[in-house]
């Protein structure tokens, strides 16, 4: 999933480890020091993959099934599973398998 995400940004290190780090919550080296900058502006929780990114997803995925005008029961159907299995790519973390 990295590789795909990361397609055509082989020059771009910075940008690979971030978007790695948002979507699949995964942690790279910080060779730029920018976790210390995160974390004196309080901003870096933000980067960890939680509830509402699992939130986030599954609006997302509710939001294609009904253009794709599935029932409610089908969407559900397909949701779940897609979530659990998005928890289990970024690593299983109490709280994103809590908000599945």
């Known amino acids: 999933m990295q590789n795909a995400l990361c397609r055509g940004l082989e020059d771009a290190p910075d940008v690979q480890d971030f978007l790695s780090g948002i979507v699949l919550?995964?942690?790279?080296?910080?060779?730029?020091?920018?976790?210390?900058?995160f974390q004196q502006t309080g901003t870096l929780h933000l980067f960890a993959v939680a509830g509402l990114h699992v939130g986030i997803v599954a609006?997302?995925?509710?939001?294609?099934?009904t253009v794709a005008r599935l029932s409610h029961r089908w969407a559900?159907?397909?949701i779940i599973p897609l979530l659990l299995f998005y928890a289990a790519v970024t690593g299983l973390h109490i709280s994103s398998v809590r908000a599945a």
């Open 25 to 37: 919550g995964q942690k790279a080296p910080d060779a730029g020091g920018h976790r210390r900058t």
């Open 59 to 65: 609006a997302l995925l509710w939001m294609l099934a």
């Open 76 to 78: 559900a159907a397909l």
